[in-house]
Nanobody, 116 residues
Framework: QVTLVESGGGLVQAGGSLRLSCAISGRTDYVAAMAWFRQSAGKEREFVSGISYNGGKITYSDSVKGRVIIYRDGTKKTVYLQMSSLSPEDTAVYYC?????????WGQGTQVTVSS
């Protein structure tokens, strides 16, 4: 069992920055990768960025490429999503995801609201 807890969301003006955090706990021995997804009102959840647990592979969606950096701390217990040049289109609930032995675990989500 793995538990994910997101934090760092909030209200920010267009052009601003935010850093989201995802703390992972529990049986982390078999975590293959972690990722961030987001879901806007009335839309399906979409992939934002992912990182393999050893950090060797990082991917970004085209919608955030160049504006977002995903990284993890040295303990591998926290994954961050540094977002910049935010626009109202980035407004969504952001969810942390962990892939463990072909099972997807999700956090509760953190709201990001970008005002114009």
């Amino acid at each position: 069992q793995v538990t994910l807890v997101e934090s760092g969301g909030g209200l920010v003006q267009a052009g601003g920055s935010l850093r989201l955090s995802c703390a992972i706990s529990g049986r982390t021995d078999y975590v293959a990768a972690m990722a961030w997804f987001r879901q806007s009102a009335g839309k399906e959840r979409e992939f934002v960025s992912g990182i393999s647990y050893n950090g060797g592979k990082i991917t970004y969606s085209d919608s955030v490429k160049g504006r977002v950096i995903i990284y993890r701390d040295g303990t591998k217990k926290t994954v961050y999503l540094q977002m910049s040049s935010l626009s109202p289109e980035d407004t969504a609930v952001y969810y942390c995801n962990a892939q463990v032995l072909r099972v997807n675990y999700w956090g509760q989500g953190t709201q990001v609201t970008v005002s114009s």
